[in-house]
C-alpha cells in the first residue's frame, strides 16, 4: 500500500513516507514502486526517485533513478503519476554506479523522460 498518504492534507511528506509509493505510468498501469530518493547535497533538491520494479517489464536493472521533475503526486491514486511509459523504461539511457558523477548520463537521461534537470531549475 501507498505510503505518502500518511498525512494526507500536509503540503510536506517525510522520505520515509514516500518509501513504497506506487508509481503509475502513461498507460494507467502501476509500474513500480519509490525505493528512495536521491538528494542533491548542496541545494537540498530531490533529484531522483529510485524506483523499484520487482522483475517488471524485463528490465536489466531491478531499481532505476526517475528524475523527481518526472513525478507528480495524484491524491485520486495515492500514487505518482508520470507520462514515462515502459518503452521509454526498457529503452532509458544504460545506469551504472559511475552514472551519479556522469553529467552527460543526467542529461541525457532527463532528455530521454523529458523531465527538467535538477540542477537547471
Request: proline fraction near 3%; aromatic fraction near 10%; charged fraction near 25%.
Amino acid at each position: 500500500m501507498a505510503r505518502a498518504t500518511a498525512h494526507p492534507d500536509h503540503s510536506l511528506i517525510s522520505s520515509e513516507d514516500v518509501h513504497g509509493t506506487d508509481v503509475i505510468g502513461a498507460d494507467d498501469e502501476v509500474i513500480g514502486e519509490i525505493d528512495h530518493l536521491l538528494i542533491e547535497k548542496t541545494s537540498g533538491r530531490v533529484a531522483y526517485a529510485v524506483m523499484s520494479f520487482g522483475g517488471l517489464l524485463g528490465l536489466a536493472h531491478s531499481h532505476y533513478p526517475i528524475p523527481w521533475s518526472a513525478l507528480k503526486y495524484d491524491k485520486s491514486v495515492a500514487g505518482y503519476r508520470t507520462g514515462i511509459t515502459v518503452d521509454q523504461l526498457r529503452n532509458a539511457p544504460e545506469f551504472s554506479d559511475d552514472s551519479w558523477t556522469d553529467r552527460d548520463w543526467e542529461t541525457r537521461a532527463h532528455q530521454h523522460f523529458g523531465a527538467q534537470t535538477y540542477w537547471g531549475r
